[in-house]
RNA sequence: GGGCGAGUAGCUCAGGGGCAGAGCAUCCGGCUUACAUCCGGAAGGCCAGAGGUUCGAAUCCUCUCUCGCCCA
């Protein structure tokens, strides 16, 4: 067998893939084995991999292929979102380029045009996530905009209209003027920005005038009075008073409202409830008109005056200007202020008074509420949990409707008169129409759209096939668990939990695991316009998926910001191919194993006994780590328990037998390296699945398909581990005692032991490994106290002498012995004096004083032979 | 304004009441028949600061500072 000496995963992850492509990881709800499952947060269907996308979709993978190899029916529902706004504003740039807008082409050829687009893009990210070896049940694949999510959207939408949970109305909403279209408080990013504070003049009907202060003084073309705190004595006076709206000449009530700030400004505040949510609620209470002076595309309407037709920003100017030419204007001083910006195309923002579909929250959110707040629901890191919570305390209604073309259409349908007849589909609403007025009439369906984020509300159970009572929601609902970033907490997380429990009266998942997003190295956010972007599919292409992966899982870890670092990609990558090479070592040297053999019942060197005991430690470890999602924890743990452990001791000890005379110990050897490896890769499986796998073919192994491996408790032995600590810590001593002295790394030398309770182990049982890994040729001396041209060495209680070649620099030797017998006062004078507070002896825990004396003890001899030596 | 996260070796970060860790970078030495994407050795830290709780604090509590984020 020839295995190249570098890992390629260029070379392996396609043919592995191809492999995963044939068999697929479709499940079964009848399996009868215990089921777990998981929902993917739905990439958008035109999107491309990015870094959030591949530490979301690894971390779920790595659970899914825990769970499957733990022996559960584990199935992992993928799909892809419609994407509304997203999608359409995409689209609407394309058609930009050729000059021509989504109205030029009317609705229909826009859809189609849309359509083109998914069909054209949508498969991308499956391939992708496939690429980066997600192993999610494809047959399952779904898309939002499929009949039957739509169905299931449609479903919502009625029986929450039904129940009064829907409704229509008009409010002050969030309008992108760029998209023109609501946009719910979420899709709203507040963003602090440089502007003015205009002190605008209005006079007052009896004379005199007020001032007042805005930031956005052509709002004031909507304006229908003013108010003042009822608390400010400065303004009492006004109250009840009349001012003049300058360039309309409208009268404004003076009116008191308690949520005027005083500090703000003059104090005066001037209400436009068509565009202001504060000045809307007074508006509300107070029975104030609202007058509203935007067009959808934010230009001034004709409530404006002579400012009609102008663009928002020019009427602000022109406003402006007129009031300076009349004296209206006191002054403008530089004023910082958040201002909203539309998520998706960084427009400003403006409130704006329409007509839109909300749905009621409160008495969706407190069941929502109820369930985390009995564990029902459970958030790790558990600190979200309060995030949550508070955002559904405080939840207002959400706006559903959209003035957009790509999305679920609102069944909704309109008589005559206006007349809402809500219905699964326009038959349906025939037929209400037709009870209602007696007679046929024209109806005609809503021109807008759903929100995106109604029909990701129901994912986890559309995707089920819901409003089918199917075996899949039987088996999988609820799902146990959900992977997503703290960034959809809101838009999605809540939302899920609120429309699961309304409509299948059960949680959609039982966890949910936050993870971090990935910023750049200096810790930016990634984004297109500064960028910073780091694209996954060319780090795959350089370093491999797994190597992606493993770096996804070292991450996951973090707080709210994971720092993206090329330099975590390289150490990745080396690991793997440390693995491919520890593979290739042992598959090339065990070559000639019979199968059917098995290391148990043999007898087994103590390296072995080391070896399989630390395997369970890590086993257990890991496994504990994996049920925690504590998924760098469990890649940190097995990286070091290859490397270290496997390859830097067992292999190197094991090769003693390998290349040695001894044809039962040899197969001993190969015996118990076939199973650390069988070990290894099965536990590496989920972190790195193509070179698992890979590395399982040449075993005649299906990784991905086997069993995740267990503890066997039995195997655990604290007296092999002592053995070896030992035995390492006097390798390390000869290696450490050469390098200071500059010896030639490879001339073997003379290691006469004299004392050590382990002693007749490293010579007898260990001697073998011992020459080989300290190159030395080692001898037993008891008692010897002198000898010439040779350095003095401890490991643990073993002491001995190392035979040197010529002459040497003792004092190189004399401070090496000086520095340790510092470092053991050190350490000794600190457990001494903690022993030596009466109140440690008395409170601490007896386990931890009885250790804290053996260290005592030990360090104490220690320092007696240091000492011994630096006087001998 | 309210809340959250981070601050540990030169860099990137683990750890989270009982002896301060890793990788990279640095320095010294090695192509030793799995791997130079490697091996061996070394150096490097008042765990942001100040108080407190405790027998014992990098770890828990309070405050402060710096950076980042979320919500209003």
């Known amino acids: 067998m020839s295995l190249p000496s570098r890992y390629n995963p260029n070379e392996v992850e396609p043919r592995i893939l191809s492999r995963w492509e044939e068999t697929g990881w479709v499940c079964n709800p009848k399996s009868g084995k215990k089921p777990f499952s998981i929902v993917i947060p739905p990439p958008n269907v035109t999107g491309s991999l990015h870094m959030g996308h591949a530490l979301n979709n690894t971390l779920q993978d790595i659970v899914i292929r825990y769970k499957r190899m733990d022996g559960y029916e584990a199935c992992w529902f993928p799909g892809t979102d419609h994407a509304g706004i997203a999608t359409q504003v995409l689209v609407e740039m394309e058609l930009a380029k050729e000059g021509k807008t989504r109205k030029d082409l009317g609705r229909d050829a826009f859809l189609a045009r849309v359509w083109q687009w998914k069909e054209k893009y949508g498969n991308t990210i499956v391939e992708q996530l496939k690429a980066l070896g997600c192993s999610c049940d494809w047959s399952r694949l779904r898309f939002t905009l499929d009949p039957g999510l739509s169905r299931a959207v449609r479903t919502a939408f009625v029986q929450l ?175 910082k202020h958040a201002v909203g910006h539309c998520e998706r195309c960084h427009t400003m923002v403006e409130p704006r008074l329409s007509l839109q579909w909300f749905v009621r929250m409160k008495p969706l959110a407190e069941p929502a509420i109820r369930v985390v707040q009995e564990g029902k629901i459970r958030f790790i890191p558990e600190r979200w949990t309060k995030v949550y919570l508070e955002w559904l305390e405080n939840i207002r209604d959400w706006c559903i409707s959209r003035q957009l073309w790509w999305g679920h259409r609102i069944p909704a349908w309109y008589g005559p008169d206006g007349k809402i007849f809500v219905a699964m589909d326009e038959e349906e609403a025939r037929k209400l129409a037709h009870a209602h007025y007696g007679e046929e009439v024209v109806l005609c369906q809503d021109e807008d759209v759903l929100d995106t984020w109604f029909s990701s509300a129901l994912w986890p159970f559309s995707v089920m096939g819901w409003p089918e009572e199917t075996e899949e929601l039987r088996t999988f609902y609820p799902t146990d668990l959900l992977v997503t970033g703290f960034d959809i907490l809101f838009f999605w997380v809540a939302r899920m939990v609120m429309m699961g429990l309304h409509f299948l009266n059960e949680v959609p998942f039982r966890e949910v695991f936050i993870h971090p997003v990935i910023v750049d190295e200096r810790g930016q956010k990634m984004s297109k316009s500064r960028g910073n972007v780091v694209d996954p599919l060319e780090l795959i292409a350089t370093y491999g998926a797994d190597a992606l992966r493993l770096a996804m899982a070292h991450v996951s870890g973090k707080g709210r910001a994971a720092r993206y670092s090329p330099v975590l990609l390289d150490e990745m990558r080396d690991f793997l191919n440390k693995v491919w090479n520890m593979a290739r070592f042992i598959l090339t040297n065990t070559a000639d194993l019979p199968p059917g053999l098995n290391w148990r019942g043999r007898s087994l060197a103590w390296e072995d006994r080391w070896i399989l005991s630390r395997l369970q430690a890590v086993i257990a470890s890991v496994r504990n780590y994996l049920e925690r999602y504590a998924f760098h924890l469990a890649a940190e743990t097995l990286y070091h328990f290859v490397w270290d452990e496997v390859c830097d001791w067992y292999l190197e000890m094991a090769k003693v037998r390998l290349y040695g005379e001894d044809a039962e110990a040899r197969r001993t050897a190969q015996l118990v390296l076939r199973t650390a490896l069988t070990h290894v890769v099965h536990l590496l499986h989920p972190f790195t699945p193509f070179l698992t796998e890979e590395i399982g073919e040449h075993l005649d192994l299906r990784v991905s398909r086997g069993s995740y491996p267990k503890p066997e408790e039995y195997l655990r032995d604290p007296e092999a581990e002592r053995v070896l600590g030992v035995f390492q810590e006097l390798v390390r001593e000869v290696r450490a005692m050469r390098a200071e002295l500059g010896l030639d790394p490879a001339e073997e030398l003379e290691l006469v032991v004299t004392s050590g309770s382990q002693a007749s182990l490293l010579l007898g049982d260990l001697r073998g490994a011992l020459a080989r890994l300290a190159r030395v040729q080692p001898c037993w001396a008891p008692g010897r106290e002198n000898m010439e041209n040779a350095a003095r060495g401890l490991a643990g209680d073993v002491t001995f002498f190392l035979r040197l070649p010529g002459e040497m620099d003792w004092s190189a030797i004399r401070s090496r012995i000086q520095r340790n017998l510092n470092k053991v006062e050190g350490e000794l004078a600190g457990l001494e004096a903690r022993l030596a507070n009466p109140g440690f002896r008395e409170k601490a825990p007896e386990e931890v004083v009885k250790q804290t004396e053996a260290q005592a003890r030990e360090l104490r001899a220690r320092r007696t032979r240091l000492l011994r030596f630096l006087a001998g």
């Not at 899709?187 to 009907?205: A, I, N, Q």
Request: aromatic share 8%.
């Open 161 to 335: 209209y039904r129940e009064g949970l829907i409704y229509r109305d008009e409010y002050l909403i969030n309008w992108c003027p760029r998209c023109e279209t609501a946009l719910s408080d979420l899709e709203v990013e507040h963003e602090e920005v440089s502007g003015h504070l205009y002190f605008v003049r209005y006079p007052l009907e009896d004379g005199g005038y007020v001032t007042v202060a805005t930031t956005r003084p052509e709002t004031m073309l909507g304006d229908t009075a003013l108010a003042v705190n009822p608390h400010d004595g400065r303004h009492k006076h006004l109250i009840g008073r009349r001012a003049i709206l300058p360039v309309l000449g409208r009268k404004l009530p003076i009116v008191a409202a308690e949520e005027v700030d005083p500090e703000f400004g003059t104090g005066v505040l001037k209400i436009t409830p068509a565009h202001d949510p504060v000045d809307f609620q007074i508006a509300q209470r107070l029975g104030l008109p609202a007058v509203n002076v935007l067009n959808e595309d934010g230009t001034i309407n004709t409530n404006g005056g002579p400012f009609a037709g102008l663009e928002r920003f020019q009427a602000r100017e022109a406003l402006v200007e007129g009031l300076r030419a009349e004296g209206l204007l006191e002054k403008i001083t530089p004023y």
